[in-house]
C-alpha cells in the first residue's frame, strides 16, 4: 500500500514539472526606456476638434514596439484629422483609422504585446487605459489568430473591462481629460456606434523628452 502511494506521489511529481516545463515561453521585448537614457515615460497630447485635450504616459517597458509606432505616427501627422469613428456611452472612444470604419490603418501591421501573444504585459483595461485595436478586415485571412494586427487604430478605456486583459495590447494611461473623453462617449450614434457628429484629432503629439527614437519593428499588411 506504501509503495503504491509513492508511485503515486511520483507519478504526479513528474507530471507537474512536465507541465510546468511545456509552460509558456516568453518574447524578448527589444527596448527598454533606459537604453534611451530616460527614466520617465513620453506622454502624448491629444487635441480634439471639440477643443478637448487628453494627456496620456506612453508605458515603454511594456509595450515598447507599441509605444514606438505610436510616436512614430503621431509626431508624423498620421493621426491629425482622422475622425472618431466608435464610441460606447461611459465605455470607450475608438479612432486612428484612415478609412474610418473600421478597417484601415497605415501600410504595415505591428506585433501585439499582449499575453496571449507570449509578450508579457501586466497593463489592465480599466478606466483611463488606453489600448490598440487590432484590425479584423475581410483582408485579414481567416486561419489567422490575429494577435499581429495592429497598425494605427486605438482606444481609450472608459470603464474596466477585464474580459480584454492579455487579448489587446494596453500601451498607456491617461493622466489628464478624462472628462474629456466622458463627453464624446456620450454623443449621437448610428446602429453601428459611429458618432453622428463628426468628432476628430485635430493634433497627437508626443513630447519624447529631445529623444530621436527608431521607427517600430513591422510585419507586412496581407
Known amino acids: ?127 483611463g487605459a488606453v489600448s490598440m485595436s487590432r484590425n479584423v478586415s475581410s483582408e485579414v485571412r481567416e486561419d489567422t489568430e490575429l494577435y499581429d494586427t495592429e497598425g494605427s487604430q486605438f482606444f481609450f478605456m472608459l470603464t474596466d473591462n477585464r474580459d480584454l486583459d492579455g487579448k489587446y495590447t494596453v500601451f498607456g494611461t491617461v493622466t489628464e481629460g478624462l472628462e474629456v473623453l466622458d463627453e464624446i462617449s456620450r454623443v449621437k450614434v448610428n446602429k453601428y456606434n459611429n458618432p453622428i457628429e463628426t468628432i476628430y484629432f485635430e493634433k497627437i503629439e508626443v513630447d519624447t523628452y529631445g529623444v530621436e527614437f527608431p521607427e517600430p519593428d513591422t510585419v507586412k499588411a496581407r
Not at 475622425?83 to 490603418?105: E, H, L, S, W
Request: net charge positive.
Open 1 to 127: 500500500m506504501m509503495k503504491r502511494a509513492v508511485r503515486t506521489a511520483i507519478l504526479l511529481l513528474t507530471i507537474v514539472v512536465l507541465c510546468t516545463s511545456c509552460g509558456k515561453k516568453w518574447k524578448e521585448k527589444k527596448y527598454q526606456l533606459s537604453d534611451f537614457g530616460l527614466s520617465k515615460n513620453p506622454v502624448a497630447t491629444v487635441t480634439f476638434s471639440t477643443g478637448g485635450v487628453v494627456k496620456f504616459e506612453l508605458q515603454f517597458d511594456q509595450a515598447p514596439n507599441t509605444c514606438l509606432n505610436f510616436m512614430y505616427l503621431a509626431n508624423t501627422g498620421f493621426y491629425d484629422g482622422l475622425t472618431i469613428q466608435r464610441v460606447g456611452a461611459n465605455y470607450m472612444v475608438q479612432g486612428g483609422d484612415p478609412k474610418g470604419d473600421g478597417t484601415g490603418g497605415p501600410n504595415y501591421r505591428i506585433e501585439g504585446e499582449f499575453t496571449e501573444n507570449r509578450v508579457k504585459n501586466t497593463l489592465k483595461h480599466v478606466r
